[in-house]
C-alpha cells in the first residue's frame, strides 16, 4: 500500500497571505489528522477528521482551518500567514480497528513564512 | 508544565552503545504509549507501541512504562549508525473519538561509527 501522501513538499509563502496544504491518506483510512512541527514547539495537534467531519481541534487560531472530502482525501487551509507559521506541517491517517491510535505520517509539508 | 517532557539531547553514542531515551508526563489519563522515530526531513514512524504499564521487547528495542511514576523509557541495544534519528515520545488517553496524540520535543540521538 502507498504511505501517506503530502502536497506540495515545500512552499515559500509572504506575511498575510493564505496557503492551503493537501493530504491523501493510506487506502481505506478514514481518519486523518493535522500536526505541526516546530523546532520550539515540538509537534502539535491541529484537527481530526473522520468521514468528513472535524472531531478534534487542537488550541489554534481559526486562521488554521481544515476540511475532508468524501474519498478520504484532506487539506488545511492557513489564512493571514504570519512568521510564527513557518515550520513542518505534518499529516497522520489512522485505520479503522487495529491498534488504538496508531497514526501513519505522511512525509510533511515545508512552510516557509517571509 | 508541559504534559510530556523529554530531554532534547542532542545525544551522541559510539556504535555498538546502549541508548536511553526517557519521558515524563503529568497527565494521569495518558494510558497508550509510544515511540516514534524520525529521520531528516522525514515524517515520523511508529516503532514501539504499550498499552498502559510494562515491558515491551522488538529485536532491539525496548519499551518500558511505569505508569506510577510517569514515565517511559526506550532503550536501544546494540546501536547502528543507521539508527541516527530524533525519537519522540508520545502519548494518548482513552477518550472516545478523540485521537490526538501528545508528543515529547524529541531526543536528537547520533550513532558514531
Known amino acids: 500500500k502507498a504511505g501517506v501522501t503530502q502536497t506540495p513538499r515545500y512552499l515559500i509563502k509572504t506575511r498575510g497571505q493564505q496557503v492551503t496544504l493537501s493530504c491523501s491518506p493510506i487506502?481505506?483510512?478514514?481518519?486523518v489528522s493535522w500536526y505541526q512541527q516546530t523546532p520550539g514547539q515540538g509537534l502539535q495537534f491541529l484537527f481530526e477528521?473522520?468521514?468528513?467531519?472535524?472531531?478534534n481541534k487542537g488550541n489554534f487560531p481559526g486562521r488554521f482551518s481544515g476540511r475532508q472530502f468524501s474519498n478520504s482525501r484532506s487539506e488545511m487551509n492557513v489564512s493571514t500567514l504570519e512568521l510564527g507559521d513557518s515550520a513542518l506541517y505534518l499529516c497522520?491517517?489512522?485505520?479503522?480497528?487495529?491498534?488504538?491510535?496508531?497514526?501513519?505520517f505522511g512525509p510533511g509539508t515545508r512552510l516557509t513564512v517571509l | 508544565q508541559k504534559e510530556v517532557e523529554q530531554d532534547p539531547g542532542p545525544l551522541s553514542v559510539p556504535e555498538g552503545a546502549i541508548v536511553s531515551l526517557n519521558c515524563t508526563y503529568s497527565?494521569?489519563?495518558?494510558?497508550?504509549f509510544m515511540w516514534y522515530r524520525q529521520y531528516s526531513r522525514k515524517g515520523p514512524e511508529l516503532l514501539m507501541y504499550?498499552?498502559?504499564?510494562g515491558n515491551k521487547e522488538d529485536g532491539r528495542f525496548t519499551a518500558q512504562v511505569d505508569k506510577s511514576s510517569k514515565y517511559i523509557s526506550l532503550f536501544i541495544r546494540d546501536s547502528q549508525p543507521s539508527d541516527s534519528a530524533t525519537y519522540l515520545c508520545?502519548?494518548?488517553?482513552?477518550?472516545?473519538?478523540?485521537?490526538?496524540?501528545?508528543f515529547g520535543k524529541g531526543t536528537l540521538l547520533t550513532v558514531n561509527p
Open positions: 497522520a491517517s489512522r485505520p479503522s480497528g487495529g491498534l488504538h491510535n496508531e497514526q501513519f
Open positions: 508520545a502519548m494518548s488517553a482513552i477518550r472516545s473519538s478523540n485521537y490526538k496524540l501528545t
Open positions: 497527565n494521569s489519563a495518558f494510558q497508550y
Open positions: 504499550t498499552y498502559s504499564s
Open positions: 487506502s481505506g483510512h478514514r481518519s
Open positions: 477528521y473522520f468521514s468528513e467531519t472535524q472531531r
